[in-house]
């Protein structure tokens, strides 16, 4: 059976019992081995003529609500208008997801800056394309009363290592008192984060917008984090060997500018534009007040300097790429 990157655990170096540690190691491991198929979102759907498989692209995303103009662009015929035969596919977790390119599946994803700089370093043919506007938030269980991120000391927070969400990791760090620290399991999938936090199983951890809330009505607490911590980290990634012809480097320009159309689709009127399904396949049913917020979605953006300077810097410090490593690569040009 194959068993993907989401089983693997990691703990900063402190001391913790070890038949808790234990049963959390089990359960991310049996838990990631038994993930389900990404759903592939609109290859047999009535609103879409068929195309010959040759012609179809696919990209990776996350039920992620920055993910839904790419969604919407796929589904409603924006990239069709645009020259491209695209289809969404849907993983629960981020790492599945790049890694869903890296081995040739497909041609782009959803990622953050920091995991394509990692991924880049270590020779995957990855290059970022631009920055969203993905939120996270950190929700802590219930039954420990916490109402303050410097109260996380000595807790599992579940995270994606080397990522974004463990980048703010760092920042919870900073906030605890006596240099103590949070312990982190790496729990990629989405779900199994949740169901997790949801059985004590872990004592917080970040999650996407819809879950957080669904936590949150749960009776689950939110951990107030300053946003712009990281503002702008994450985005989305395309294949260089597929960008290896400027026929197809302009075709990824194209999935940024499908981007911004769906973007202005939804923010006039998200709900009249997405069906049952579709509310369903990105977690929404229930929550459609956050189709409302009036940030909930925003264009692409070509990653800044400052952005590119940050995520380099925070992976020499974790001596995950060396320090000659530059952002000369990074960005499709």
């Known amino acids: 059976m194959y068993c993907p990157l989401s089983c693997f655990i990691v703990l900063d170096m402190f001391p913790v019992k070890l038949p808790r540690l234990t049963f959390v190691l089990i359960v991310a491991l049996f838990a990631g081995c038994a993930q389900k198929t990404p759903q592939t979102t609109n290859n047999s759907d009535s609103r879409q003529k068929a195309v010959p498989a040759q012609e179809q692209l696919t ?20 990239f069709d208008s645009l020259g491209l035969k695209i289809k969404t596919v849907i993983y629960e977790s981020q790492m599945d997801a790049e890694q869903s390119v890296v081995k040739g599946k ?23 394309l631009f920055s969203s506007n993905r939120e996270w938030e950190l929700i802590a269980n219930k039954k420990l009363r916490i109402s303050k ?9 579940g995270i994606t290592r080397l990522s974004t969400i463990d980048f703010l990791s760092d920042y919870i760090t900073a906030q605890l008192k006596n240099e103590q620290l949070i312990l982190r399991p790496q729990i990629n999938n989405i779900d199994t984060r949740l169901q997790m936090l949801e059985n004590a199983q872990i004592d917080a951890a970040f999650l996407p ?32 060997k597929w960008t290896a012809s400027k026929e197809n480097q302009d075709k990824a320009l194209l ?3 499908g981007y911004d159309i769906a973007v202005e689709k939804l923010k006039k009127n998200a709900q009249s534009v997405l ?59």
Request: aromatic share 8%; charged share 25%; hydrophobic share 40%.
């Open 59 to 78: 990209i990776a995303i996350l039920p992620t609500i920055d993910c839904l103009p790419l969604y919407v662009a796929s589904q409603y015929g924006i």
């Open 106 to 128: 497909n041609i782009g994803c959803a990622t953050d800056i920091i995991r394509t700089a990692l991924l880049q370093y270590q020779k995957a043919p990855l290059r970022y």
């Open 149 to 157: 991120i410097q109260q996380l000391n000595n807790r599992l927070v």
């Open 209 to 240: 917008l819809q879950r957080a809330l669904y936590a949150r009505k749960k009776g689950h607490t939110l951990l107030a984090i300053d946003k712009s911590k990281y503002d702008r980290l994450a985005g989305f990634a395309v294949s260089t």
């Open 255 to 257: 999935l940024s500018k």
């Open 275 to 333: 069906n049952e399904k579709d509310l369903q396949r990105f977690r929404l049913k229930g929550y459609e007040s956050l189709l409302q917020k009036p940030q909930s979605f925003a264009k692409a953006r070509v990653a800044t300097t400052a952005q590119m300077k940050t995520a380099l810097d925070w992976l020499k410090s974790k001596k995950a790429i060396s320090s000659a490593f530059s952002s000369d690569t990074l960005l499709l040009k």
